[in-house]
Each structure stands twice: as C-alpha cells, then as structure tokens.
C-alpha cells in the first residue's frame, strides 16, 4: 500500500467565522475534498487550539489549526502494465487518449484490465489521488480524450473546474438520419424506471444539456460535433436517441440497424463491421490546474470511424452520380 503524509498548520480566517469546522477546513484546504477532509477530523488528526473537534462545531475565525494526516491508498485496483496512449504529461496532470473497448474504472463485470489498472502502473503515485486520478470517464466503447490528475491538488480543482462548467469537451458522433440543423438539446436524464444499467429522459431527472452542430450530412446518416455543458451518464448517446437521431452502432439505444435504401456493398460492411458506437471524444480545453494557462488537445478520429465515413462518403458520391445520370437520360 502506499502511503503519503501531509503536515498542515495555518490560522483560519476571520471571515470564516459562524461555519462549522469541516466547511471551514474546505474553505482553507480547496485542494482536499470536504469529505476527505471530514474523515481527518472523524479520525482525530485535525487539532483547533490543540484539541480534537467536531465536524459540526462552529468557528470563531483566527483558530490555529494543525493537520497531520495519511493519504493511504486502498489497494483494491492492482497495477496492471497495459499500454496508454499519453497525449500529455506534467507532473500535475495527463491527457490520456482512451480506445474504443477499455473500461475506465474496475466494476461489476469489470474487475480488472481497465484504464485505472493502467494508470496505477504507469505512476504508482496515483495511488493516493482520488480514483487514481480520474476527474471524468468515457463510456467503454466511446473513443477520445480524458484528462487525469497525477495530484491531490490537482484533482481537486480540476473536479471543481469541471463542476463550473469550466472545462470544454466536445465530441464527434455518426448518427442515424439526415438531421436537418443544429440544436441545443436541454432534457434531464435519469436512471431508466425498470431497466437499471440503461438512462432516459425523464422529468426528475438531473439537467442535462448538449450542444449539437451538423458538420456534415450523408445520404441517411449525419456527422455532428455535440459539447457537453453537463456530463451525465451516456448524455450524449441519450440525448441523440430522444430527439431522432441514435448514434450508429449504439447498442443501449440505438434502436434497429438503419440501412439506405440501394446501400453497395462498401457501405454495408462498414456498418456491419462497426463494434461499437460512433461516439469519439475529439477535443479537451482546460485550464492547467497548477499554473492556470488555457491548453487545448484534440485526438483524431480513429479507423473505424474514419473508415466508416469514408464509405457514407462513397455512398453519397454514388447516389448523386446516378441521379445525375438519370437525369441526362430523361433529358434526351
């Protein structure tokens, strides 16, 4: 197991006066979590004035506090040395580049050989970061970027700048039928009435809202960008669903294969062939956490999409030439 030991002492301010110590303490500490904060002063190792409080009790402001506390990690998820495609690395963070079929965390079902496996082999210092790391996950069949933090620090304001809606993700997805614009979808999502491992659209579900732009439109089929302003469980997958246009190759809500009519034989073993959906996490923009500077990412579409695309491009191609040549035809 590793261990990491933090030391603090610092006098609270006055402002604070009037808030009870674990919201205090997380005023003070931004760069700990209140719950993890709450556990030190549960396990006695946070001093006010020399003795060990209460979560709950009030503060007057100019205490002096004294932390000496043990980041241990669980060693529930054992280090696994699978390859990661590292887009960036600091000694605060990392870029990670997901494929399509990697688990970000271990679960039901999922044990092990998961991108939280990987990382902990990759820096065994992530064994006291919160979820080793992890401030946000991809779907297992959704492709693209994840920012991970390789710090306390670190993971704490990106998980709040991420809360802020400070933090832009924007993804690529192939959807089924030929959507006529852009739209913002604003639809709450919750966990499905009777079927548990699936989410929909429902009334007392928590905000949800996409952005989706066309940017290109194929015979029966469209390429849009969506940006999440909230990261709801399948959000994306869900919100294309309800308005109309399921994304290719989604299992959960895709609904029936959608075949265009005179399909050739190109189209129809590319959308065959597609194991997951079309869903690839192309751009990240962040703040840095430690130095505050703007940066930017973006990860190609990988082979099986652009593959995908390229044969809805044929297809496309191959209707117009054909409408193009009945015409001439009828014109004689």
Known sequence: MTEEFRTHELTLPLELAGM?????????????????LRSWIDLGVVRVEGRAPRGRDKVLGGERVRIEARLAATGAVVPEALPVDVVFQDSAMLVINKPAGLVVHPGAGNPSHTLQ?????LDP???????AGLVHRL???????LVVARTVEAHARLVAALAAREVERRYLAICAGVMTGGRSIDEPVGRH??????????????????H???VRRFRAHTLV???????????IRVHLAHVGYPI????????????????????LAALGSLRRQALHAVRLQLAHPRTGRKMEWEAPLPTDLTGLIDALDADLREASETRATRGATGRR
């Open 225 to 235: 960008e969506a940006q999440l302003d909230t990261g709801r469980t399948h959000q």
């Open 193 to 210: 009435r009777s079927i548990r491992t699936r989410m929909t659209v429902r009334s007392d579900g928590r905000r949800a809202v996409t």
């Open 20 to 36: 009870r110590l674990d919201q205090a303490l997380a005023r003070a500490l931004p760069q700990y979590s209140r719950a993890r």
């Open 117 to 121: 496996n990987a990382l902990l082999a």
């Open 248 to 267: 290719v190759g989604d299992p959960v809500y895709g609904g029936r294969r959608r075949i265009p009519p005179a399909s050739g034989p190109a189209l």
């Open 212 to 214: 989706v732009r066309v």
């Open 139 to 145: 779907d297992r069949d959704t492709s693209g970027l």
């Open 125 to 131: 210092g992530l064994a006291v970061v919160p979820r």
